[in-house]
């Protein structure tokens, strides 16, 4: 199909997850509402990334794909993806902007008869997307940020897709960034937001607790008050770290995605691993150290202008080896000297800023 003078006004976003890259589209999605003030826009999304942007105005209707059945298999899958596949079919839209480029997305895109699916090009996405889809972008960079890379998508509809940080489409409930500005000030604001723990499917890219426990102690005795947040499956983690780490580091309480996202908000800096919590923090405007395993950092590392900190051991990476092979040293070797350095300067900025500027988030329309 020939790219030259796509339109729509019906437009469908397929990002199922992971939360961070759910996160990260949304510079791409306010930049297609901003250029189609007037269009549909529909996004379908894994019930568990959902409520990440559930309550998000640029979007009309959400289409949710409990990923509980497909993990099932069988006709449990099968009716789930029908389901789907029916309500989507249902509304008509024109475009569709395959942001996850994987087999999954595209079955399901090319299932929805919509008559243009953007994609990316072999090589470009993964496990055979590209054959679902019928418009293709080629990317100068495959790790190129993803930020940057989600936006690229938008080249076909005769879209600008360069990155504004003014404009990264995030939107919080007012009730909800309310309560964690009460929550910050009750305890006295801490100035440093923690994020130690990852699935357990990526476990190894964790930094070591007793390093964690050591930072923390170190910046104590900085004066420095640091809390500690935490998701279902690294409670045990936070806990063990707030125990060891002395009566300065707190526990923060279970929370939704959109109250932790609104809490971190609230702080002077953040450091922690590769999770959706560091994208919360930098596309906040927050001063953000991360530790970065694997993938080139570029993929990773939060945009300028925020301030930000890459925590990696790059010695121990091999050159030719691939991502999944690469030693788990890269991230667990990272010095706490090298850290603490870290944390003191992007702290030293945010002092100066205030924190948080909540950069480029959505208001509603104008």
Known sequence: MSNAAITGKRFLVMRLGAIGDVLRVLPAVRRLRSSCPDAT???AVEHWAYPMIAANPMIDRFHVLDRRALDAGGLRAVAEVRRLVGEIRACRYDVLLDFHGRAKSG???WLTRIPVRIGYARGDASELNHLFTNVHVRLQDRWENRVLRFLDLLAPLGIDTRYDPNEHGLYIDPEIRRAAHSWYEAHDRPELAVYPGTSAQRA???WPAEKWIELLRRMADREVRSVVFWGPEEQELAQRIVAEAGAS???APPTTLPEMMAMIGCFRAFVGCDTAAAHMAWMQGIPTGVFI???PPRTIAPL????????RA???YREGVRLGRQPAELVTAVPVAEALEAVGRLLAVGRRSGGGSQAGEWEGRS
Not at 304 to 311: A, D, F, K, R
């Open 41 to 43: 826009i529909g996004w």
């Open 314 to 316: 790059d010695e121990y």
């Open 204 to 206: 190894r890219e964790r």
């Open 293 to 295: 395993g694997a993938k």
């Open 304 to 311: 300028e202008p925020v301030p930000s900190y890459v925590l």
């Open 249 to 251: 580091c707190l526990l």
């Open 107 to 109: 079955l399901i895109g």
